[in-house]
């Protein structure tokens, strides 16, 4: 089989697979779209989880089962599925103790593009396939559910890291996909006033139409002075971090108010260390807390947000800013996702209806 694979870091290029083999928990499954992620580009290009040599690259599809092991129970070939980015093992002690997402080691209940072959293959893996797919409702497209593999799941775990509560003010520092889902989520959890970091023209309008209030630019000035102008000096609630690098931190904690929280969920690509300020952190007594995760997966989680597309309460059509068609504009989707010219959000490319 064919797959798009990182060749080594910075290196990228078509080649050829043995299909994989299906254990007995297991799925063998065929993309019916792919979704190209800025995690993507940091593992290519910038080499952010190590060297990786021939590993077929991507995590965000949505796919059809072309074959199942001998103890799947709830799947059979031909359904058409959702497929989260991770893929945990459910029996790991780790996900007894509801860490799922690192069944196995530190990060390691990523597993596509990671520990093994991704998606953009004419058939991928997925291990556990009871307990790690989900059927796809008949009413969403393939090209829109590539958006619940990841972005989804990911931004609303950042709201979930930052506990956002009712009435609460809420920053998102970044407004990519993965943001702008944070906005979409801290809205449906009842914030009351969602202040955007970001400045591509698109991604404003999205972030307004999710319920984004207030909208700074980090090339205005640090985040910090613009938000303590905007707030009369009090700061703001919660944090969700979606963008930017380890000097992220720093303004986050300068922009909460004592007590409050700071979910990240974005991927540091480069650099040593986090500082965090010592004096804003209340010389270490502000019970300002930082919580970083990846995002949860499994069926349970993509069963409950499919329905969240499904019944209408969640558009995530407008993440979807470029469509490719057939396999041959994969490596076009993934160069656009490096360059990220200021009217992408998100390329997806088409497999077939
Ligand atoms: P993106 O690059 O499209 O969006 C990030 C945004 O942050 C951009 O709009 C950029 O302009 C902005 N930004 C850059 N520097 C900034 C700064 N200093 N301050 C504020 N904003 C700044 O990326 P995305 O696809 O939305 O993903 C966001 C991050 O989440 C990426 O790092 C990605 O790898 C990561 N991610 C994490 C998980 C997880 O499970 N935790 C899953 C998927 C993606
Ligand atoms: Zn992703």
Redesign the pocket.
Known sequence: MKGYAMLKIGESGWIEKERPQCGPMDAICKPLAIAI???D??TLWEGAIGERHNMILGHECCAQVVEVGSMVKDFKPGDRVLVP??TPDWNSLEAQAGYS?HSGGMLAG?KFSNFKDGVFSEFFHVNDADGNLALLPSNISPVDACMLS??V???F??VELADVQFGDTVLV????????MSVAGANMRGASRIIA????PN?VEAARDYGASDFIS?KDGT?EDQVLALTDGKGVDKVVV????C??FE?AVKCLKPGGKIG??????SGTYVNIPRVEWGVGMGHKQIN????PGGRLRMEKLGSLVSAGKLDVHPLVSHVFEGWDHVEEALFLMRD?PKD???PVVKIED
């Open positions: 992620c800025t995690s580009v940091h980015a991770i997402m990523w990841d972005m799941p990911t931004g775990h950042g520092i970044g407004i990519g996909p993965v943001g702008l970091v970001g400045t591509r991604c980090y985040i979606a963008g930017g690098g000097e992220t303004s990240n969920v974005n991927y540091l690509g970083g995760g990846l995002m990220k992408l959000i998100k």
